[in-house]
C-alpha cells in the first residue's frame, strides 16, 4: 500500500520545540510522516535530525508541540511509549545481543511460552516467519555475531515488525554498509513500504535519499526550511537548501585539482609488488609530488588493507617500497612518521581522535608521537601549533580547551586532518576522511586536501564516494577483491565508467 498524497499523516508532529541549556535544538518543527512511503530527513549536523528523531522516539520529551499517531494525540515519555504506539527504530549502531541467536534477538522479550517456560522452538519457528516476511532465510540458531552488519541491522528490522511497528525509523542505516548490502536493505525497506509501514530515513548520501526516498523534509539550524516531494527537488536545491546559500566549492574544488603533476623526478612514495598473504595480492603504486592518488573500490576490496601495510600498521610478507627513489623499511607508524608519512585511519573513533582529550590535545598528538614521549611539546609551541590549524581547517566551536568528543563528526574530522599536517608530512594517507559528515564539512575537508596538493603535499584518498575521488585524485587506483585492477587518468572516466571498471574488467592490466 503506497501513500496517498491526500490521506491523513499517520504520524503528525507539529510546532515541535526542544530547548538544551543554551540551545535551541528544534525551533517549532512541523514533520509529516505517512503510511506506506520513506520520507527523508535531511540537513547537515547540527540541523536537528537527531533531535527530531529522539523527540518522536521518546528519548527526548518535547518543551511545545503536539505527537499525533494515527490521530491520538500522544506524550512519550520513554522509548517504551514510543514502541507502544507503534514507532521502532533502527540505529547506524545495532542495538542487539550479537552473544544470542539470531532467533533470540528477533523474538527477544516476545518469546512463546508454555507451561515449562519459554518454548524455544516455537521462538525460532516465528523468528523464521518473520524473518520470511522479509524475504530473509536464515539459520535462526546461529549466532547473531558471525552475520555481517548489514545482516545484523536486518535482524533489527525483522524484531522492530515483532513489535508490529507502524513506523520504522532508519538512523544512518547504510554507513557501513557495501553497495550490495545497501541493495538488500533497499529491497527490503521497499517491500515494508509498500505494505504500509511508514519510514523515517535519515543518511548523509545523497545517491541513496534519492534512490529510496518519496518526500525529503529540511532542516537547518533547528528551523524547518520545507518539505518536498524526493522527485520535483533537483540536488543542487536540496544542496543549497541543507546549507543555506549555494555551493559552488565542490566546481571551485575541481578546478583546483585538475592540473599536471610533474612525474620527472623520484616519485614521493613507490610501492612494487606490496603484498600481504591471504589479506592482499602484490600491488604497485607510486605518489608523486603534489599528486593525489584516489584509492577506488567497494567495501572489502583492499583498499585499506593496502594502505595499512603501506604505512607499517600490518606487515607486508612481500614486496619493496621506495621513498624519494631510496628503498625503505616500513615496518611501524613510527617507521612511516620519520620518512614523513601520515595516515589517517577510517575508524576516527577507535584509531583516530581521543575522545577523552580536547582539541589541542588531539591537534598536538601527533607531533608529541613523533618526538617521543621524552620531549614535551612546549606551551608557546603548542599554542602557536593549536591556534594555526583550528583557524586553518575552520574547527568549530574554535575552543581548544573543548573535549574533542563533544564535537560534531565533521568537527572531529577535521581535527584528526590538522593532527596530522601538524607533523609538516610528505605524503598524507586519508581513509574515508568525510564518511558520515556533513556536506559543509566534506566539502571543507576537500577543498583543504585540493590546496595542499597544490602547494606540494602528495596524498593518497580513499572514498566510498566515487564522485569525490576522481574530483580530487590525478590518477585512480582500481581494486576488487583484494587485488589491483589497475590505474586510471581521473580524467579520462566519470563515474559511471570508474563503476564498470570496478565490477567488469579483468585480470590486472593496467590502463
Same mark, same amino acid.
Given at each position: 500500500?503506497?501513500? %496517498? $498524497?491526500?490521506?491523513?499523516?499517520?504520524?503528525?508532529?507539529?510546532?515541535?520545540?526542544?530547548?538544551?541549556?543554551?540551545?535551541?535544538?528544534?525551533?517549532? *518543527?512541523?514533520?509529516?510522516?505517512?503510511?506506506?512511503?520513506?520520507?527523508?530527513?535531511?540537513? +547537515?549536523? #547540527? /540541523?536537528?535530525?537527531?533531535?527530531?528523531?529522539?523527540?518522536?522516539?521518546?528519548?527526548?520529551?518535547?518543551?511545545?508541540?503536539?505527537?499525533?499517531?494515527?490521530?491520538? !494525540?500522544?506524550?512519550?515519555?520513554?522509548?517504551?511509549?514510543?514502541? !507502544?504506539?507503534?514507532?521502532?527504530?533502527?540505529?547506524?549502531? *545495532?542495538?542487539? =545481543?550479537?552473544?544470542?541467536?539470531?532467533?533470540?534477538?528477533?523474538?527477544?522479550?516476545?518469546?512463546?511460552?508454555?507451561?515449562?517456560?519459554?518454548?524455544?522452538?516455537?521462538?525460532?519457528?516465528?523468528?523464521?516467519?518473520?524473518?520470511?516476511?522479509? #524475504?530473509?532465510?536464515? %539459520?535462526?540458531?546461529?549466532?547473531?555475531?558471525?552475520?555481517?552488519?548489514?545482516?545484523?541491522?536486518?535482524?533489527?528490522?525483522?524484531?522492530?515488525?515483532?513489535?508490529?511497528?507502524?513506523?520504522?525509523?532508519?538512523?544512518?542505516?547504510?554507513?557501513?554498509?557495501?553497495?550490495?548490502?545497501?541493495?538488500?536493505?533497499?529491497?527490503?525497506?521497499?517491500?515494508?513500504?509498500?505494505?504500509?509501514?511508514?519510514?523515517?530515513?535519515?543518511?548523509?548520501?545523497?545517491?541513496?535519499?534519492?534512490?529510496?526516498?518519496?518526500?525529503?523534509?529540511?532542516?537547518?539550524?533547528?528551523?524547518?526550511?520545507?518539505?518536498? =516531494?524526493?522527485?520535483?527537488?533537483?540536488?543542487?536545491?536540496?544542496?543549497?537548501?541543507?546549507?543555506?546559500?549555494?555551493?559552488?566549492?565542490?566546481?571551485?574544488?575541481?578546478?583546483?585539482?585538475?592540473?599536471?603533476?610533474?612525474?620527472?623526478? $623520484?616519485?614521493?612514495?613507490?610501492?612494487?609488488?606490496?603484498?600481504?598473504?591471504?589479506?592482499?595480492?602484490?600491488?604497485?603504486?607510486?605518489?608523486?609530488?603534489?599528486?593525489?592518488? #584516489?584509492?577506488?573500490?567497494?567495501?572489502?576490496?583492499?583498499?585499506?588493507?593496502?594502505?595499512?601495510?603501506?604505512?607499517? /600498521?600490518?606487515?607486508?610478507?612481500?614486496? %619493496?617500497?621506495?621513498?624519494?627513489?631510496?628503498?625503505?623499511?616500513?615496518?611501524?607508524?613510527?617507521?612511516?612518521?620519520?620518512?614523513?608519512?601520515?595516515?589517517?585511519? +577510517?575508524?576516527?573513533?577507535?584509531?583516530?581522535?581521543?575522545? %577523552?582529550?580536547?582539541?589541542?590535545?588531539?591537534? *598536538?598528538?601527533?607531533?608529541?608521537?613523533?618526538?617521543?614521549?621524552?620531549?614535551?611539546?612546549?606551551?608557546?609551541?603548542?599554542?602557536? *601549533?593549536?591556534?594555526?590549524?583550528?583557524? /586553518?581547517?575552520?574547527?568549530?566551536?574554535?575552543?581548544?580547551?573543548?573535549?574533542?568528543?563533544?564535537?560534531?563528526?565533521?568537527?572531529?574530522?577535521?581535527?584528526?586532518? /590538522?593532527?596530522?599536517?601538524?607533523?609538516?608530512?610528505?605524503?598524507?594517507?586519508?581513509?574515508?576522511?568525510?564518511?558520515?559528515?556533513?556536506?559543509?564539512?566534506?566539502?571543507?575537508?576537500?577543498?583543504?586536501?585540493? !590546496?595542499?596538493?597544490?602547494?606540494?603535499?602528495?596524498?593518497?584518498?580513499?572514498?566510498?564516494?566515487?564522485? !569525490?575521488?576522481?574530483?580530487?585524485?590525478?590518477?585512480?587506483?582500481?581494486?576488487?577483491?583484494?587485488?589491483?585492477?589497475?590505474?586510471?587518468?581521473?580524467?579520462?572516466?566519470?563515474?559511471?565508467?570508474?563503476?564498470?571498471?570496478?565490477?567488469?574488467?579483468?585480470?590486472?592490466?593496467?590502463?
Amino acid at each position: 500500500m503506497r501513500a %496517498d $498524497a491526500d490521506a491523513p499523516p499517520l504520524v503528525a508532529m507539529r510546532d515541535i520545540t526542544v530547548r538544551f541549556p543554551g540551545v535551541l535544538a528544534l525551533d517549532s *518543527v512541523d514533520f509529516f510522516l505517512r503510511a506506506g512511503e520513506v520520507h527523508s530527513v535531511m540537513g +547537515e549536523n #547540527g /540541523a536537528g535530525k537527531s533531535t527530531l528523531i529522539k523527540a518522536l522516539t521518546g528519548v527526548y520529551a518535547i518543551d511545545q508541540g503536539t505527537i499525533t499517531v494515527a490521530g491520538e !494525540e500522544r506524550l512519550f515519555g520513554s522509548t517504551a511509549d514510543a514502541q !507502544e504506539a507503534g514507532i521502532s527504530t533502527v540505529y547506524q549502531e *545495532v542495538n542487539l =545481543c550479537t552473544n544470542l541467536s539470531v532467533g533470540e534477538n528477533v523474538m527477544l522479550g516476545h518469546e512463546p511460552r508454555n507451561r515449562l517456560g519459554i518454548d524455544w522452538k516455537a521462538t525460532h519457528r516465528e523468528a523464521a516467519r518473520h524473518l520470511e516476511s522479509l #524475504g530473509l532465510q536464515l %539459520d535462526t540458531h546461529s549466532l547473531l555475531s558471525s552475520h555481517s552488519i548489514a545482516v545484523q541491522q536486518l535482524v533489527s528490522i525483522s524484531r522492530a515488525m515483532v513489535l508490529d511497528a507502524r513506523v520504522l525509523v532508519l538512523d544512518e542505516p547504510t554507513s557501513s554498509l557495501d553497495r550490495d548490502e545497501v541493495a538488500l536493505l533497499f529491497t527490503v525497506v521497499r517491500d515494508l513500504r509498500d505494505k504500509g509501514v511508514a519510514i523515517l530515513f535519515v543518511s548523509h548520501f545523497l545517491e541513496q535519499v534519492y534512490e529510496i526516498s518519496d518526500r525529503i523534509t529540511v532542516l537547518r539550524n533547528g528551523k524547518l526550511v520545507g518539505e518536498y =516531494c524526493t522527485k520535483d527537488l533537483p540536488r543542487s536545491d536540496l544542496v543549497t537548501k541543507m546549507v543555506g546559500r549555494a555551493i559552488d566549492e565542490l566546481e571551485a574544488i575541481s578546478e583546483i585539482a585538475e592540473r599536471d603533476v610533474d612525474r620527472s623526478a $623520484a616519485p614521493v612514495l613507490r610501492a612494487t609488488g606490496v603484498g600481504l598473504r591471504g589479506v592482499l595480492e602484490p600491488a604497485d603504486l607510486d605518489v608523486f609530488d603534489g599528486e593525489v592518488v #584516489g584509492i577506488a573500490g567497494l567495501l572489502g576490496s583492499g583498499r585499506t588493507e593496502l594502505v595499512r601495510l603501506l604505512y607499517g /600498521a600490518d606487515r607486508a610478507d612481500v614486496g %619493496d617500497v621506495e621513498v624519494h627513489g631510496k628503498p625503505a623499511r616500513i615496518t611501524s607508524p613510527r617507521r612511516a612518521m620519520q620518512h614523513r608519512i601520515a595516515f589517517s585511519s +577510517e575508524n576516527r573513533h577507535a584509531e583516530g581522535v581521543v575522545a %577523552d582529550l580536547t582539541v589541542g590535545e588531539n591537534i *598536538v598528538l601527533g607531533i608529541q608521537a613523533r618526538r617521543g614521549w621524552h620531549r614535551k611539546v612546549r606551551r608557546a609551541e603548542y599554542d602557536a *601549533v593549536v591556534t594555526e590549524y583550528i583557524h /586553518a581547517l575552520g574547527v568549530r566551536p574554535a575552543d581548544p580547551n573543548v573535549l574533542v568528543g563533544t564535537l560534531s563528526g565533521g568537527n572531529q574530522q577535521k581535527v584528526l586532518l /590538522a593532527r596530522w599536517l601538524a607533523t609538516a608530512p610528505e605524503l598524507i594517507i586519508l581513509d574515508e576522511p568525510t564518511r558520515g559528515i556533513d556536506i559543509g564539512a566534506k566539502a571543507d575537508i576537500q577543498r583543504k586536501v585540493a !590546496e595542499l596538493s597544490s602547494q606540494g603535499l602528495s596524498v593518497i584518498f580513499i572514498s566510498s564516494e566515487l564522485e !569525490e575521488v576522481l574530483r580530487l585524485a590525478q590518477r585512480v587506483v582500481v581494486m576488487r577483491d583484494r587485488r589491483q585492477l589497475g590505474v586510471l587518468d581521473s580524467g579520462s572516466v566519470d563515474v559511471d565508467g570508474l563503476i564498470d571498471y570496478i565490477a567488469n574488467h579483468g585480470e590486472g592490466s593496467v590502463a
